[in-house]
């Protein structure tokens, strides 16, 4: 099973970010929308300088560095998180997926490309998405199972 392998999972939310990114990039200026599903979900090609959902703007070389830190801990305790169950390395490894996704654009062009814009949500990304979804997970498993 995938689960099993938190790499694969890591990697297949890398590819999915930046191949989603690319289509994005090539397809729309920035500032530029597209209404997909009425008035409840857009594509909309922003370059944020900030951190998931546009927090922490102009904040580039710090975010970076965090990027980094987090991606080089989660390398650190590997064994260890690999040892603490499926919850976790999931969690973990979108963790690191998105923010490999995210540290790619910094460093290549200074921002992130965000682009799913549900108008109500700051706009973000695929790996905003498995951060959140990984931090959730790690949160979940951490405060509500038994020790």
Known sequence: MVFRKPLVVA???LFLDQL???VIRSGLSEGESIPLIGNILHISLVHNTGAAFGLFRHQTLILTGISI??????????????????????????????????LIDRLRFGYVVDFLDFRVWPVFNIADSAITVGA????????????
């Open 11 to 13: 990697f297949a939310v």
């Open 20 to 22: 989603t990114k690319l």
């Open 69 to 102: 830190l987090t991606f080089a801990a989660i390398l650190f305790f590997y064994r260890r998180i690999a040892a603490s169950g499926r919850i976790l390395r999931v969690g973990f490894a979108l963790i690191a997926g998105g923010s490999l996704g995210n």
């Open 136 to 147: 959730i997970l790690v949160l979940w498993k951490t405060l509500f199972t038994k020790r």
